[in-house]
């Protein structure tokens, strides 16, 4: 079974840091891009970044360009999305999903709160 | 960046009525969409990619069609555990964007 558990989440400060991670297992992660995906409270969902199987190629939204890196280690079956400056609208129940297009797999989210 | 619009944002409909959610693309994308299922305090649930291909698993009372700009997500018969949010989903060219969500309610 395809299990994905995000883990990081927290309230943090405005222009504060912010690592989450995502263990996977169940599936041969290295085989798959990844991706996350996050959704505002009561809002819709957007896609955040995603990941080549290598890592060797990766992709953002506009909003995380230059905040926001993703990066995977394979040997641990693992994916990392490492956020900084944060913002107020940053804030979101953040999932980490399987694939790059379409999300057939997906976590149950970890909420970042961004707030003094 | 491509913008997907849904519409309605909100729909009122009966058990065993049939619905239909419309997704349109602001750029071609030719069938690159995928249709997703959202509950309440739940991750999404992929329903259908490109387009028209049903995930496995889910009841083939889901349909989707479309090409290009225009797509439709259609439910023939509604079931009480079909009440949720609906997105649509691009992914023909970064950044993947989604739609803004159909509410799905109980008339």
């Known amino acids: 079974e395809v299990q994905l558990v995000e883990s990081g989440g927290g309230l943090v400060q405005p222009g504060g840091s912010l690592r989450l991670s995502c263990a996977a297992s169940?599936?041969?992660?290295?085989?798959?891009?990844m991706s996350w995906v996050r959704q505002a409270p009561g809002k819709g969902l957007e896609w955040v970044a995603n990941?080549?199987?290598?890592?060797?190629?990766?992709n953002y939204v506009d909003s995380a360009k230059g905040r926001f890196t993703i990066s995977r280690d394979n040997a641990k079956n693992s994916l990392s999305l490492q956020m900084n400056s944060l913002r107020a609208e940053d804030t979101a129940v953040y999932y980490c999903?399987?694939?790059?297009?379409?999300?057939?797999?997906w976590g149950q989210g970890t909420l970042v709160t961004v707030s003094s | 960046d491509i913008q997907m619009t849904q519409s309605p944002s909100t729909l009122s409909a009966s058990v065993g009525d049939r619905v239909t959610i419309t997704c349109r693309a602001s750029?071609?994308?030719?069938?690159?969409l995928a249709w997703y299922q959202q509950k309440p305090g739940t991750a999404p649930k992929l329903l259908i990619s490109?387009?028209?291909s049903l995930d496995s698993g889910v009841p083939s009372r889901f349909s989707g069609s479309g090409s290009g700009t225009e797509f439709t997500l259609t439910i023939s018969s509604l079931e009480p555990d079909d009440f949720a949010t609906y997105y649509c989903?691009?992914?023909?060219?970064?950044?993947?964007?989604f739609g803004q969500g159909t509410k799905l309610e109980i008339k």
């Open positions: 999903a399987r694939g790059d297009s379409w999300h057939a797999h």
């Open positions: 169940g599936f041969s992660f290295s085989d798959y891009r």
């Open positions: 990941i080549r199987q290598d890592g060797s190629e990766k």
């Open positions: 750029q071609y994308i030719n069938r690159w």
């Open positions: 490109k387009a028209s």
């Open positions: 989903q691009q992914y023909g060219t970064y950044s993947y964007t």
